[in-house]
């Protein structure tokens, strides 16, 4: 049986707990630590999952040869850097940071000592979109909805970076590079935008309409796109997709339903999977560097259609904080 790899994790709040629960089940991993500003957290986090609160970075590159950095984005560079400088291969929670010199900077970190950098876009794991991926050919149109009840959690960041984000990231592995961004967003409980709405003109001739919100009355997170004959449906919570064809086109239309084949793995188990098997194999991550600077670039555009639009249609004072 190959070594399992020393693994930590810095920043153990809400995603970063969820990031020792699952390497503290997996096999090709030793959670050998866990760091957080907040003590009490590091140290109630560790007992649940059998580990150690360290009490610093340090300490955890120290004894770790892999970390999954989940701390607030405006450390992301900060701290992604350091560990990578320590040469430990990083998986840095999404977004990568908060600029892209930030980005600049986590790549070129990884680059000069040659780890392994990946971006946490964990909706790349989900088992749905993995087998609506197989079935695309020619889209030429997206239709995105990520709607979320409001919590307090991430509310130091616009919808855009906090929600949006996951599927900018989706919509580009899918779709290639984006040729126009036009984009309208508010905020509504907080001084962010809470609400926001884009449509994206790619340079291989799709259309996506992509609408992401932290205020709404019901969760809905669903993804369809359209090509010649046929669309296919992702649900992103159930981790089902169908595939709806059309068997013979003509005034009384024959249609064909299948549900496509998806595995049942949570997807950041298989997120953490394959960042451990980059690690292994030294290959690059799927979402890596690169792929995590293009979804904070694409949700950058997002973000500055989103003034310039607030800039002509001029909303009330306390609404444009977010911008």
Do not use: C, W
């Amino acid at each position: 049986m190959t070594e399992r790899i020393r693994v930590g994790v810095a920043g153990v709040g809400d995603f970063g707990r969820h990031h020792a629960r699952v390497y503290a089940g997996l096999e090709e991993a030793n959670l050998v630590g866990v760091y957080d500003a907040d003590r009490d957290r590091a140290e109630a986090v560790a007992k649940e999952f059998g580990t150690v609160a360290l009490a610093s970075l340090d300490e955890l590159a120290a004894r770790a040869q892999a970390v999954s950095v989940a701390v607030p984005t405006v450390e992301h560079a900060r701290v992604g850097t350091l560990l990578l400088g320590r040469g430990l291969d990083v998986l840095v929670e999404k977004p990568m940071a908060t600029t892209l010199a930030e980005a600049d900077q986590l790549i070129e970190a990884a680059g000069r000592g040659r780890r392994i950098l990946q971006v946490g876009h964990v909706e790349r794991f989900n088992p749905a979109v993995v087998a609506a991926a197989k079935t695309i050919v020619q889209p030429l149109f997206f239709e995105v909805h990520r709607l979320g009840v409001f919590s307090p959690r991430s509310l130091d960041v616009d919808v855009v970076y906090d929600v949006m984000i996951h599927d900018l990231d989706i919509l580009l592995s899918l779709a290639g590079p984006v040729t126009e961004v036009k984009a309208v967003g508010i905020p509504v409980v907080t001084e962010k935008v809470d609400i926001a709405h884009a449509r994206l003109e790619f340079e291989a001739g799709a259309v996506a309409n992509v609408t992401a919100s932290r205020i709404s009355t019901e969760r809905v997170r669903k993804l369809r796109f359209f090509q010649r004959h046929e669309y296919v449906s992702v649900d992103f919570a159930r981790r089902d997709a169908l595939r709806i064809r059309v068997g013979e086109p003509g005034p009384q239309p024959r249609f064909e339903f299948e549900k496509l084949d998806v595995e049942t793995e949570e997807p950041l188990r298989g997120e953490l999977r394959a960042f451990l098997a980059a690690v292994q194999t030294r290959q690059t991550p799927l979402v890596d560097g690169a792929a995590g600077r293009r979804a904070l670039e694409l949700a950058d555009r997002v973000m500055a259609s989103l003034r310039e639009h607030a800039g002509r249609v001029p909303l009330p004072a306390a609404s444009q904080a977010g911008s």
